[in-house]
């Protein structure tokens, strides 16, 4: 049975024979009379002009080499000539092949815009150099000199490349008390240079590990910025690009370096310093007077263990406190800071612990509120107490309201000393019960942070 072809068969037969006999009968490929048959017969598409001899394709090369010049109109190099003029178009190649070839469907291409491969050290040069981004690597001398403090800070830039936060130190022109509770900048550069010697040997050299991306003074900062500004340690990381892990190990590294180096801050001095420095107002009425006392409780929350509770529980604040002894000289200096107690302990019980009493020598005077209730402590020791006097059958005489004034007059700076210690917004409000074990630490840096401040009584 013979088989019959439908009409569309034959035409793609016909069609493949066409395109056979094409490159059978031409081996250069197609040509005028056998040209390559198009599927596309309603599309018109930009193509090589087939029609050109092996002749005038060398011609578009010697236009492509006189075109190939430098501004000037010089020529670019020998070896670039010698190559482009031992180009030979070869007559048995195919003239679609040599199109391909030329690349002349495209124009002419410029090869100074093309990429060129560089190595990594090449890249990592040209991102440093641009500081695309936070990135970014310069020396504290820099930095000082245009903000005319310190020039003695320097860093080293070998170490490795370190990340610029949202805010740093260099950003902050007029509200440095507001970040850092620190007066001024040339006391943050001081203070930095002091704590950063330490730092080294015993933070960086001891425990090394992988280089830190934050630079020194930017650690100091965001620490500063957590006691003064109490924020949280999530919000911390989000400022300066960091884990929370990381800001969180930074914050207790610092701290404990800072507990540990600024004990000078909180010194107690000497009862002849005390006496040179005393204002007026002390030397009329109480001139043995070596030290102002106060309790302040800070607000934590509920520990989960009963007895903790119930020791925790403040009556006075009706709430579970944490309770530090603060002492002050005449002048309004910090110089005594008992660490923290749970808010039940009563006042004679935490001045007896924090061993105030052994400090003062015999002949001295410790000014107190009522409740300190220390006479028997003080006595022995030839200590004399001012407290305001008690009432006698419900009232007070003439005398004994003078006397209370007098003292209440005196008194009102240790007040002021615990407003500029409760101005560290990181003892403000309710402190997680998750920071028990750093808050004797907390209270002591700050009370040394405040110490830099400008005094107090102004003599």
């Given at each position: 049975m013979e088989k019959s072809y439908q009409p569309q068969e034959l035409e793609t037969n016909e069609l493949f024979k066409t395109v056979f006999r094409a490159f059978r009968l031409s081996l250069s490929g197609?040509?005028?009379?056998h040209p390559l048959p198009s599927i596309f017969h309603h599309k018109v598409f930009k193509t090589t002009n087939f029609d050109h001899t092996p002749e005038v394709l060398k011609e578009v090369v010697d236009n492509q080499q006189d075109h190939i010049k430098d501004g000037s109109g010089s020529e670019t190099s020998q070896s670039d000539s010698a190559e482009t003029s031992s180009f030979?178009?070869?007559?048995?190649?195919?003239?679609?092949d040599t199109s391909i070839l030329l690349h002349d469907y495209c124009g002419y291409i410029d090869t100074s815009t093309l990429s060129q491969p560089k190595n990594q050290f090449t890249q990592t040069d040209v991102l440093q150099n641009k500081s695309v981004g936070i990135q970014k690597s310069e020396s504290y001398s820099d930095v000082s000199e245009n903000n005319d403090v310190s020039s003695n800070i320097t860093c080293d830039k070998t170490t490795s490349t370190t990340f610029i936060p949202f805010l740093t130190i260099e950003d902050i022109k007029?509200?440095?008390?507001?970040?850092?509770g620190l007066p001024n900048k040339e006391t943050f550069y001081l203070l930095f240079e002091h704590l950063s010697v330490y730092y080294k040997c015993e933070v960086s050299d001891v425990l090394g590990g992988r280089p830190r991306k934050l630079r020194e003074v930017d650690e100091f900062l965001m620490v500063l910025m957590r006691l003064r500004l109490g924020l949280l340690i999530q919000d911390l990381?989000?400022?300066?690009?960091?884990?929370?892990s990381t800001c969180s190990k930074i914050f207790n590294e610092w701290l404990n370096l800072m507990y540990e180096h600024l004990e000078f801050l909180v010194a107690w001095p000497d009862r002849n310093v005390i006496k040179e420095n005393m204002p007026d107002s002390f030397k009329r009425r109480y001139p043995n007077c070596r030290v102002i006392i106060d309790c302040t409780e800070i607000y934590t929350e509920t520990p989960q263990s009963l007895s903790n509770k119930g020791r925790m529980y403040s009556d006075y604040k009706s709430h579970m406190t944490w309770k530090v002894l603060i002492g002050i000289s005449p002048n309004g200096v910090i110089t005594h800071v008992s660490d923290l107690w749970s808010g039940s302990t009563s006042d004679k019980q935490v001045?007896?612990?924090s061993k105030l009493i052994e400090k003062c020598e015999p002949g001295?005077?410790?000014m107190g509120d009522k409740g300190f209730l220390i006479a028997d402590l003080c006595t022995p020791n030839g200590i004399h107490l001012i407290i305001p006097p008690l009432k006698k059958h419900g009232r007070l005489t003439k005398c004994e309201v003078e006397k209370t004034r007098r003292i209440a007059n005196l008194r009102i700076h240790v007040e002021r000393a615990m407003e500029r210690i409760k101005n560290f917004r990181i003892i403000q409000g309710v402190v997680p019960i998750s920071l028990h074990d750093k808050m004797s630490k907390i209270v002591f840096v700050v009370c040394a942070l405040c110490n830099l401040m400008p005094p107090l009584i102004q003599s």
């Open positions: 197609p040509t005028k009379e030979k178009v070869n007559s048995n190649q195919s003239v679609l007029q509200d440095i008390s507001f970040y850092t990381a989000q400022r300066f690009n960091i884990s929370p001045t007896k612990l001295d005077a410790i």
